[in-house]
């Protein structure tokens, strides 16, 4: 082979194996899912945070933290509810300005998929 043959080759021999030890990039189907590592499992993504409600709308909860920093948590028909009392609640009770405790998994979005959430008593302290 002539010396650009050869250049050219191993060029195009490192972009197909990555460039400095990277690994190449590769390109998904569209239908494709995010695949978990092995030996992770789903609760492995669990995420608490206590906050208050700032506003609950089409099944999606804006809780503010105590460092004001907003999650949304989506709310669904799964979504464990218990009142401050320890009854079981429903959607209906979650309203801005309660406070609550909230257990779900992290999602790649950004919000939490609500699998638990306690309403905490009003004599709970308030937020700064």
Avoid: C, W, Y
């Amino acid at each position: 082979m002539t010396g650009t043959k050869v250049l050219m080759f191993a060029l195009l021999a490192s972009l197909s194996v990555g460039v400095a030890g990277k690994a190449s990039r590769s390109v998904a189907a569209p239908n494709a899912r995010p695949v978990r590592p092995v030996g992770l499992a789903a609760q492995d993504s669990s995420f608490t945070l206590e906050g208050k409600v700032t506003e609950f709308v089409k099944g999606k909860l804006t809780v503010s933290t105590e460092d004001n920093i907003i999650f949304h948590v989506r709310v669904d028909d799964r979504t464990d509810i218990k009142r401050d009392d320890g009854s079981a609640g429903s959607a209906k009770d979650l309203r801005p300005g309660i406070r609550v405790k909230v257990a779900g998994d992290l999602e790649e979005s950004g919000e939490i998929k609500g699998e638990k959430i306690e309403i905490e008593p009003k004599s709970a302290s308030p937020q700064k």
